[in-house]
């Protein structure tokens, strides 16, 4: 009778038991099926609907040997007389890549400079290359667009801060480069913005690798120093600041919303909204 009135008390207990189990897999169910249904309206929509435009309007050189590299026109030729300039640009990048990707760089004049100096990361030979392209060149035929503009005592605040980052970039070596998710060209230039701070420039949210950072730094502060990111090496994170906005990142993709200046940001379109 013992072991009858034992096995008859395990029998209740397990029924009891079966509604937590039953509630704890349908919250699981409900819980992927929002992730998914994230993970298609703000990820896989936008990026597809951008990958037919990009497709459709010839999808940019074909190889750089015939792309165009020369000036897009938004600087004008330097002269020593000139005040100091600092311009950081982002490019489309070439052929597919150019469906969801940015290149970055950044140009400087000093007062009493005759010439502009250009600073990129690239992917062949020795990442780190002063003057490679015209200072304000296209890539891969793309036009670059401005996302920092300082001129005269701003700038020439900000060169020896520029120049000191450029100079002590940690991956510099050959073979440190890595186009995804970094360290890559976007890297090179959220490192030297962080230098920065009071410039509160952010780069466009299609510039992977931005958000790259080596494995262990998990938690830090933002580029712009009014926000906290939260990274793992640049495959997932969130960034949460009052500049850089709002920012999802998912394998180098982001999404997410800039309140600042009111704009929603999507794979492939990038920043979309107040200027």
């Not at 929002?34 to 074909?62: D, I, K, N, Q, T």
């Not at 590299?69 to 990048?93: C, F, I, Q, T």
């Not at 090179?188 to 913005?193: E, G, M, P, S, Y």
């Not at 510039?207 to 830090?220: L, N, T």
Request: charged share 15%; glycine share 12%; aromatic share 10%.
């Amino acid at each position: 009778m013992i072991v009858d009135a034992t096995k008859a008390a395990l029998a209740r207990g397990l029924a009891r038991a079966k509604i937590p189990v039953v509630i704890s897999l349908s919250l699981l169910g409900a819980i992927f099926r929002v992730f998914c249904l994230l993970l298609l309206g703000l990820f896989l929509l936008p990026l597809g609907s951008h990958a037919l435009w990009w497709m459709a309007r010839g999808g940019g050189a074909a190889d750089w040997a015939v792309a165009d590299w020369s000036s897009a026109g938004l600087l004008r030729p330097p002269k020593a007389s000139d005040p100091a300039l600092v311009r950081v640009y982002a490019a489309r990048v070439g052929r597919w890549r150019g469906i969801f990707a940015h290149h970055s760089w950044i140009v400087v004049k000093p007062d009493g400079a005759a010439r502009y100096t250009r600073y990129d990361v690239v992917g062949w030979g020795m990442p780190v290359r002063t003057d490679g392209w015209a200072a304000d060149g296209r890539w891969f035929g793309n036009d670059p667009q401005t996302v920092l503009a300082l001129d005269g005592d701003d700038a020439a605040r900000s060169i020896p801060s520029i120049r000191a980052a450029v100079a002590d970039y940690p991956y510099r070596a050959l073979g440190t480069y890595q186009a995804w998710p970094g360290p890559n060209s976007n890297s090179f230039t959220a490192h030297v913005l962080a230098r920065l701070p009071e410039a509160q420039a952010i780069l466009p949210p299609t510039a992977m690798g931005k958000d790259w950072a080596p494995p262990g730094r998990i938690v830090e502060r933002t580029p712009s120093g009014t926000g906290i990111r939260l990274t793992f090496s640049g495959y997932a994170g969130l960034t949460v600041g009052w500049v850089e906005g709002i920012e999802l990142n998912l394998l180098g993709l982001v999404a997410g919303l800039d309140l600042r200046r009111p704009a929603i940001k999507l794979p492939g379109w990038g920043r979309i909204g107040t200027a």
